[in-house]
């Protein structure tokens, strides 16, 4: 039986609130209509809701038979500030924004488990299903837990979610340790002395000195770091200059660095500086970095993966489980619930996808097969952390 039955039938009203979310994205802290529609479909459910954590954060709270324990589910609900280039009757109607992440069907599969929980409530504690905004680099998660989701709603441990384009439907995939990277943000300013272009002996070229960074930054990773630890360096913005005949005062660069151990995390951080900062002395120029640590990396506790990925195998078979995954070098900023909390975070297949589009892809839509797939998932990880007459 690869889904709950009851779920199944309500496939139908899972896709539609799915499509509308699609058609009305919004962007992180802007999620009032998608949180409207949240709170008010778990409302309809009997579900007691808390709205403004996080400014547009929602969280519904359901009770089962007596229990002490309690547990969090948690759903994004942002957007992307993309266009979309699909064509079909739910595609976006805001220009410039797209749900091309899926968390339109996070936000609906999170709706299907409350909806199949609230009517029947086969678990003993607590439910807290959080709805959060801002998932996409600005930092929601960190956002609520900041203003004290775990506080107002104690959890014993906490799970997510994300779709998988590339994994067919049917399929989950999750391990211990890291699963996503951690994420952080770089800026260098490299400050010279402007001049004309045809005499740079009466300046000091930052453009030269740029080059010589972006090229010297590739070696953290390869000279630096052990072979053995992933990591990623990438300069993907730098801008200076403005007269093919001025040399500029100024070029200033971007990138973000991608870890999954905190010590490598340190070590490129420091080497950054050093490069950067030496290169720039070497020709008399002066380099001002600034390094932000993003986002953690998403690390899964041990024992709570152990218990998700049963759950996911009694939805769909031990076999279609994967337990080993490569982890991913994106960012999921799961990761704050996942430092405050123990608990674990899962791959959930979406298919092959139209012409194989992945996450962020202009022609990217959730999979409204895997609907019942992802809310038999949660429901079956309640039923199973919260037995009844177990407490
Ligand atoms: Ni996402």
Known sequence: MPVINRIAEFQAEMSAWRRDIHAHPELGFEEQRTADLVAQTLASFGIE???GLAQTGVVGTLKGAAGARAIGLRADMDAL????????????????????????????MLLGAAKYLAETRNFAGTVHFIFQPAEEGLGGGRAMVEEGLFERFPVADVYGLHNWPGMPVGQFAIRPGPMMAAADLFEIAIVGHGAHGAMPHLGVDPVVVAAEIVGALQSIVSRTADALEAAVVSVTKIHGGDAFNVIPER????????????????QIEHAMR?????VAAAHGCTAEVRYERQFPATVNAPAETELAAAAAAKVVGADKVARDPAPCMGSEDFSFMLHAKPGSYIWMGNGAGEGGCHLHNPRYDFNDEALPLGASYWATLVESLLPKGAS
């Open 49 to 51: 809701v808390q709205r």
């Open 81 to 108: 500030p993309m266009q979309e280039l699909n064509g079909f009757e739910h595609r976006s109607r805001n220009d410039g924004r797209m749900h091309a992440c899926g968390h339109d069907g996070h936000t609906a």
């Open 251 to 266: 070029v200033e660069m971007a990138g973000t660095v991608r870890t999954f151990k905190a010590e490598l995390q340190s």
């Open 274 to 278: 050093r490069i950067a900062e030496g």
